[in-house]
């Protein structure tokens, strides 16, 4: 039965009787999905969608990725247990979420079999370390001599948001504070919940966190339940969004909506707007629908599930809601179809060239579901006047190998106390850091 059903799926180097996929290797030029008015081709519909996984291997010893063109790459810490997202503390720590997806009821039949197995062919199927860990780099060389257990027996942490002496951590259920002293390497106190995010099946279960300038209010980002809402729009509820939440009481409202799986939320330093990066909906072809990033506005709706990039009405989810569609507002900025993207980081440093001042550093997590992959990179948008102003940069590639297998995948982005980027690699089990060449020591 299982081999019936899964004629015409490609799942990387799985040694199973799988027919050839008949997806076109290439239906689009790449480069037709990225910028603020990609190329959209018509939809695909096929009665399988494509998987194409690529194996999770690790990094060979020694190994790490290809840094660009100008920039260096090294390890500023290994051998961590699938870190996903970092934090940088006004003293320079560097706190990092070890985590993964929550226990999950099996949804038994085929399609929980066939998500069992992309999780763990691609490396997401480990448990969950549940901890922020803290690493420090006390003589500025780029690399952290010293590391401790910041926080322990969270929730699927992911992310992080510090405010005076609270410091805030997003669990897959809830927003937690605790009480921080800089210069803590552990935080002892028990947790208090400051308000509960939508949880239950969690069919996308990071819950990103940014506070805002003036530390009043708390973002935090809450992706969907579904692909295209099938298990219901009732599960749906204040999901798909972006959630302003009052600092002092813990209540909430919808800030932004319609974004499916949204991640990294930065303030762009021009406009002082608040920007995300979102994974898009999948099952349209391989290049249906790019993920994007995005200025989010004030009670601005994007289209999940009912359209995407404006008023492009997805066909598939019933009933239709032409009301919400002709509210649905485009994206500012598309990042190439199925490459997850999940972390965003604008250049506020000094430390890369004056060219790249004020652009966006982007974690792409890598498709599972297009030929050729996409994604598994690390890129830069610039900007101009708050608003992206060229074609995507590379910035670390590398992280699959020549087999097609993922020695890494990159998360979480940020920059250090030395304007360095550092990127969560969860696959690679490292923190790298990159910086311009002949800066990788920043003293």
Same mark, same amino acid.
């Given at each position: 039965?299982?081999n019936?059903?899964?004629r015409?799926i490609?799942?990387?180097a799985?040694?199973?009787?799988?027919?050839?996929?008949n997806?076109p290797a290439?239906?689009?030029?790449?480069?037709?999905?990225f910028?603020?008015?990609?190329?959209?081709?018509?939809?695909e519909?096929?009665?399988l969608?494509?998987?194409?996984?690529?194996?999770?291997?690790g !990094?060979?010893a020694?190994?790490?990725?290809r840094?660009?063109?100008g920039?260096?790459?090294?390890?500023?810490a290994t =051998?961590?247990?699938?870190?996903?997202?970092?934090?940088?503390l006004p003293n320079?720590?560097v706190?990092?979420?070890?985590?993964?997806?929550?226990?999950?009821? %099996?949804?038994?039949?085929?399609?929980?079999w066939?998500?069992? *197995?992309?999780? +763990?062919?691609?490396?997401?199927?480990v448990?969950?370390? +549940?901890r922020?860990?803290? *690493?420090?780099?006390a %003589?500025?060389d780029?690399?952290a001599e010293?590391?401790s257990v910041?926080?322990?027996?969270?929730?699927s942490?992911?992310?992080?948001?510090?405010v005076g002496?609270?410091?805030?951590v997003?669990?897959? $259920?809830a927003?937690?504070?605790f009480p921080?002293r800089?210069? $803590?390497t552990?935080?002892?106190?028990?947790?208090v919940?400051l308000?509960?995010l939508?949880?239950?099946r969690?069919h996308?279960?990071?819950?990103?966190?940014?506070a805002?300038?003036?530390?009043t209010k *708390?973002y935090?980002?809450v992706?969907? +339940?579904?692909?295209?809402?099938?298990n219901?729009?009732?599960e749906e509820?204040?999901?798909a969004?972006?959630?302003?939440?009052?600092?002092?009481s813990?209540? !909430?409202?919808?800030?932004?909506?319609?974004?499916?799986?949204?991640?990294?939320?930065?303030?762009?330093?021009?406009?002082?707007?608040?920007?995300?990066?979102?994974n898009e909906?999948?099952e349209?072809?391989n290049d249906?629908?790019? $993920?994007y990033m995005?200025s989010v506005?004030?009670?601005?709706?994007y289209g999940?599930?009912?359209?995407?990039?404006?008023?492009?009405?997805d066909?598939?989810?019933e009933p239709?809601r032409p009301?919400l569609?002709?509210?649905a507002i485009?994206?500012?900025?598309?990042?190439g179809a199925?490459?997850?993207?999940?972390?965003?980081a604008?250049?506020t440093g000094?430390l890369?060239?004056?060219?790249?001042?004020g652009?966006?550093?982007?974690?792409?997590?890598?498709? !599972?579901n297009?030929?050729?992959?996409? =994604?598994?990179k690390?890129?830069?948008?610039?900007?101009?006047e708050g608003?992206?102003?060229g074609?995507p940069?590379?910035?670390?590639?590398?992280?699959l190998n020549d087999?097609?297998?993922?020695?890494g995948?990159?998360?979480?982005?940020?920059?250090?106390k030395?304007?360095?980027?550092?990127?969560? $690699?969860?696959v =690679?089990?490292?923190? !790298?850091?990159?910086?311009p060449?002949?800066?990788s020591?920043?003293?």
């Amino acid at each position: 039965m299982r081999n019936a059903v899964l004629r015409g799926i490609c799942i990387g180097a799985l040694t199973l009787p799988l027919a050839a996929c008949n997806e076109p290797a290439n239906t689009a030029v790449a480069e037709q999905t990225f910028g603020p008015s990609p190329t959209l081709p018509a939809p695909e519909k096929s009665w399988l969608p494509t998987v194409h996984i690529a194996t999770a291997t690790g !990094w060979p010893a020694g190994a790490k990725p290809r840094a660009a063109s100008g920039m260096a790459v090294n390890a500023f810490a290994t =051998g961590l247990d699938h870190p996903r997202t970092v934090h940088v503390l006004p003293n320079g720590d560097v706190l990092v979420a070890e985590s993964n997806a929550p226990p999950k009821a %099996d949804s038994g039949g085929i399609k929980g079999w066939i998500t069992k *197995l992309i999780m +763990n062919r691609a490396g997401a199927g480990v448990p969950s370390a +549940n901890r922020i860990t803290l *690493l420090r780099d006390a %003589d500025g060389d780029g690399v952290a001599e010293t590391r401790s257990v910041f926080l322990e027996n969270l929730f699927s942490p992911f992310g992080m948001a510090l405010v005076g002496e609270e410091f805030y951590v997003a669990n897959a $259920d809830a927003i937690v504070k605790f009480p921080y002293r800089p210069g $803590d390497t552990k935080i002892t106190a028990p947790g208090v919940k400051l308000a509960d995010l939508p949880a239950g099946r969690n069919h996308h279960w990071t819950k990103d966190l940014i506070a805002s300038p003036d530390g009043t209010k *708390l973002y935090a980002t809450v992706g969907s +339940n579904s692909n295209i809402g099938e298990n219901g729009m009732e599960e749906e509820t204040n999901r798909a969004a972006v959630l302003e939440v009052d600092r002092a009481s813990g209540k !909430w409202r919808v800030f932004g909506s319609g974004l499916r799986n949204p991640n990294g939320p930065a303030w762009e330093p021009k406009s002082g707007a608040l920007w995300v990066v979102v994974n898009e909906r999948d099952e349209l072809g391989n290049d249906l629908v790019p $993920d994007y990033m995005t200025s989010v506005k004030d009670g601005a709706f994007y289209g999940w599930p009912y359209s995407y990039f404006g008023q492009k009405v997805d066909t598939r989810v019933e009933p239709q809601r032409p009301d919400l569609v002709a509210k649905a507002i485009a994206p500012d900025y598309a990042l190439g179809a199925h490459t997850a993207a999940l972390g965003l980081a604008f250049n506020t440093g000094n430390l890369f060239p004056q060219e790249m001042a004020g652009g966006a550093f982007i974690g792409q997590h890598g498709s !599972w579901n297009r030929k050729p992959r996409s =994604g598994y990179k690390v890129i830069f948008v610039p900007f101009t006047e708050g608003k992206p102003s060229g074609k995507p940069q590379d910035v670390l590639t590398g992280f699959l190998n020549d087999r097609g297998e993922a020695q890494g995948r990159p998360v979480g982005v940020a920059l250090d106390k030395q304007g360095a980027l550092l990127v969560a $690699d969860d696959v =690679g089990k490292a923190i !790298w850091r990159v910086t311009p060449a002949g800066k990788s020591a920043a003293r």
